[in-house]
């Protein structure tokens, strides 16, 4: 499993890097806007070029559940790239305004490129319009046989329901350091023998988990800081650690519930699987209508004439 890296607030994980590949290539298609009279709301810009709300949000929809949680929980990433966005089409303007554009070297390159990304689109679209796959593909039985085939490998980790109560510290501030971590003591064995949900309603300064009486959520040890991973896998159901030290900040522990690792079952890996074998099934339609288009033995290649281009080479 993927190691994963918290924010300085939660016990959750701040992901981004594929999330925000994801996004970026995108909105590349999309681009930034001129600004208009009557346009929606603008989230990002510069001078006259904006990014605006409806597009950050058509992008955002179209992600993946989780690729777009990973979005939402990495706010700097996502502000840098729309940074970037902006910089990007602001380059591009400048360079429209100077004419290069309008350079006949260029005016080939644009060619070239839209002539290549016209006949990619035509065929690809048509390929698939070729190669559907049948709407009641796959079938239960079918589903059920790839579980079967391949049920070892579908292994969840134990998982902890966990709650915390969370208080920040300064790495520039020893002096209020020392005051938060007594306080952090005091409180943990408050949370020991009182109302643990009510503590940190009132004291965690992690405003997310405070609200819900300080649950963090149901998370394996691996989506967790590792020092609060130690922690809560000495806990047994009911228990509270000691303050345990972070990076930005000290965490005091409850452990709700626990469960054992276990293997998936069929219906919590059924959407997976039947994204699989509908995947599988349009490759295999694929390679058969190519097969049928262009048989092996019907492609003519001029051996003496690839071998001189390849001589060029050298």
């Avoid at 924010?7 to 996004?23: F, V, Y």
């Avoid at 949000?57 to 992600?63: C, G, N, S």
């Avoid at 228990?239 to 276990?262: N, T, Y």
Wanted: proline share 5%; aromatic share 4%; net charge positive.
């Amino acid at each position: 499993m993927k190691q994963l890296k918290l924010n300085k607030q939660s016990l959750r994980p701040c992901l981004h890097g594929m999330a925000a590949l994801m996004l970026a290539s995108m909105f590349s298609v999309a681009g930034a806007q001129t600004k208009a009279a009557g346009a929606d709301k603008t989230i990002a810009s510069l001078g006259p070029v904006s990014v605006p709300q409806t597009e950050v949000d058509r992008m955002l929809q179209a992600l993946p559940p989780a690729e777009r949680a990973a979005i939402k929980n990495d706010r700097a990433g996502l502000e840098n790239w729309l940074r970037q966005r902006v910089t990007s089409e602001a380059l591009l303007r400048e360079a429209r305004s100077k004419g290069w554009a309008d350079r006949p070297e260029i005016k080939e390159r644009v060619d070239a490129a839209v002539k290549e990304i016209t006949g990619r689109i035509v065929a690809t679209s048509f390929l698939e319009s070729m190669t559907q796959v049948p709407a009641d593909y796959p079938s239960d039985a079918d589903i059920k046989a790839a579980y079967e085939q391949n049920k070892a490998g579908y292994n969840l980790p134990a998982t902890y329901r966990v709650a915390q109560i969370y208080l920040q510290t300064s790495p520039n501030d020893a002096a209020g350091n020392k005051k938060v971590a007594e306080k952090a003591k005091s409180l943990a064995a408050q949370a020991r023998s009182g109302d643990f949900a009510a503590l940190a309603k009132a004291e965690s300064q992690d405003q997310n988990s405070a609200a819900r009486g300080g649950e963090v959520g149901t998370l394996a040890l691996t989506d967790m800081l590792p020092e609060v991973r130690d922690a809560v896998a000495k806990l047994k159901p009911g228990q509270v650690s000691e303050p345990v030290q972070a990076a930005a900040g000290i965490h005091i522990v409850k452990l709700i519930d626990a469960q054992p690792a276990r293997t998936a079952t069929l219906d919590e890996m059924k959407p997976r699987l039947q994204a699989a074998l509908r995947q599988q099934r349009q490759q295999q339609l694929v390679q058969a209508y190519l097969a049928t288009l262009a048989p092996a033995d019907r492609v003519n290649i001029d051996t003496a004439a690839l071998d001189a281009a390849l001589k060029k080479l050298n």
